[in-house]
């Protein structure tokens, strides 16, 4: 999700959810989490999706399908955040890392979505930055730069080193609301990355036909090339 995007995005959630109430957390039929909040007697659906190809942040229009098998960071939000307050939202580093900050009694916590396309996770922490549950487990290497487990200290992403870009991104609806723009424009994007999914699963087996066809045809094509002039044969066998 561009930063160009995102952060008009935050910006609306920042002043239509604040002090909201979490009602139900859930993961929809196309793995997205969704939080469904209340706040000044409205409902909201907020879509946080890690999806690695698509992932993106926005309010959504309608409270989708569940997960019969629901992710395990679904269950432990369920466990500790429903019936919270959102006590903040915000974009951290200048970047495309968006914070949620909740309260209930006496507990804080953070859930970190850090949208940055193949690396895409979400984080779920406690008030002193402790892992409690994130969506992709990350497996340890030399080469890490950040300890990303469960009962590890969360630890942003390197700062960025350039400033976000201000140039104006094409293709987005000109909507006064910018999460009713980004609903609509990762919905179009998602319905083409469906399209050439099933074009792709289509043309996959078509492919494999004609190349077995190709291959029967050279091979017939080469048998005839072999055979010998079958004339003196047959005037020997009149004979």
Not at 7 to 29: F, I, K, M, Q
Not at 50 to 72: C, G, N, W, Y
């Given at each position: 999700?561009?930063?160009?995007?995102?952060?008009?995005?935050?910006?609306?959630?920042?002043?239509?959810?604040?002090?909201?109430?979490?009602?139900?957390v859930?993961?929809?039929?196309?793995?997205?989490?969704?939080l469904?909040?209340?706040?000044?007697?409205?409902?909201?659906?907020?879509?946080?999706?890690?999806?690695?190809?698509?992932?993106?942040?926005?309010?959504?229009?309608?409270?989708?399908?569940?997960?019969?098998?629901?992710?395990?960071?679904?269950?432990?939000?369920?466990?500790?955040?429903?019936?919270?307050?959102?006590?903040?939202?915000?974009?951290?580093?200048?970047?495309?890392v968006?914070?949620?900050?909740?309260a209930?009694?006496?507990?804080?916590?953070?859930?970190?979505?850090?949208?940055t396309?193949?690396?895409?996770?979400?984080?779920?922490i406690?008030?002193d930055?402790?892992?409690?549950?994130?969506?992709?487990?990350?497996?340890?290497?030399?080469?890490?730069?950040?300890?990303?487990l469960?009962?590890?200290?969360y630890?942003?992403?390197?700062?960025?080193?350039?400033s976000?870009?201000?140039?104006?991104?094409?293709?987005?609806?000109?909507?006064?609301s910018?999460?009713?723009?980004?609903?609509?424009?990762?919905e179009?994007?998602?319905?083409?990355?469906?399209?050439?999914?099933?074009?792709?699963a289509?043309?996959?087996?078509?492919?494999?036909?004609?190349a077995?066809?190709?291959r029967?045809?050279?091979?017939?094509?080469?048998?005839?090339?072999?055979?010998?002039d079958?004339?003196?044969?047959?005037?020997?066998?009149?004979?």
């Amino acid at each position: 999700m561009h930063y160009d995007i995102l952060a008009p995005v935050v910006e609306e959630l920042s002043s239509l959810l604040n002090d909201a109430r979490v009602e139900l957390v859930l993961e929809g039929e196309d793995r997205g989490l969704y939080l469904l909040v209340r706040n000044d007697r409205k409902n909201f659906t907020l879509l946080l999706s890690p999806s690695r190809s698509l992932p993106r942040l926005h309010l959504v229009s309608a409270k989708p399908q569940s997960a019969s098998d629901p992710h395990s960071l679904v269950l432990s939000l369920r466990s500790r955040i429903v019936g919270a307050r959102m006590t903040g939202i915000a974009l951290l580093n200048q970047d495309r890392v968006a914070e949620f900050r909740f309260a209930r009694d006496a507990d804080e916590y953070r859930l970190i979505f850090e949208l940055t396309g193949s690396s895409t996770n979400l984080f779920f922490i406690d008030a002193d930055s402790c892992i409690l549950a994130l969506y992709y487990p990350v497996s340890i290497s030399e080469k890490a730069q950040r300890t990303l487990l469960i009962g590890a200290r969360y630890v942003l992403p390197e700062k960025r080193t350039a400033s976000p870009s201000s140039k104006k991104v094409h293709h987005v609806d000109e909507d006064p609301s910018p999460n009713k723009a980004a609903e609509a424009h990762f919905e179009r994007l998602a319905e083409k990355q469906q399209t050439e999914t099933v074009r792709s699963a289509l043309r996959a087996p078509v492919g494999k036909a004609l190349a077995r066809a190709e291959r029967l045809r050279e091979a017939l094509s080469n048998d005839l090339d072999a055979v010998q002039d079958p004339e003196p044969y047959r005037i020997k066998g009149d004979l």
